[in-house]
């Protein structure tokens, strides 16, 4: 479960680095590569992106010891 964690994480970064972009510069970069908002791969990004973070909420509730990986 802890790759899943990983790239769920992986991916609420992008979605906080796109957001960011929007409210500095007012550049939306999902929707540039996409080719709009309403795009069907931008809607499928911004989906997919909205999922990690629903994902990321349970690692908040998770006990410590879950997410640490022993290196032995």
């Given at each position: 479960?802890?790759?899943?964690?990983?790239?769920?994480?992986?991916?609420?970064?992008?979605?906080?680095l796109?957001?960011?972009?929007i409210?500095?510069?007012?550049?939306?970069?999902?929707?540039?590569?996409?080719?709009?908002?309403l795009a069907?791969?931008?809607?499928?990004?911004?989906?997919?992106?909205?999922?990690?973070?629903?994902w990321?909420?349970?690692?908040l509730?998770?006990?410590?010891?879950?997410?640490?990986?022993?290196?032995?």
């Open positions: 479960m802890i790759i899943l964690d990983r790239i769920a994480l992986a991916l609420v970064i992008i979605g906080a796109n957001w960011g972009s409210g500095l510069f007012g550049f939306d970069a999902v929707a540039w590569i996409g080719g709009g908002q069907v791969f931008s809607r499928i990004v911004y989906t997919i992106v909205a999922l990690a973070g629903i990321c909420i349970s690692m509730f998770r006990p410590a010891d879950e997410t640490v990986v022993s290196r032995d």
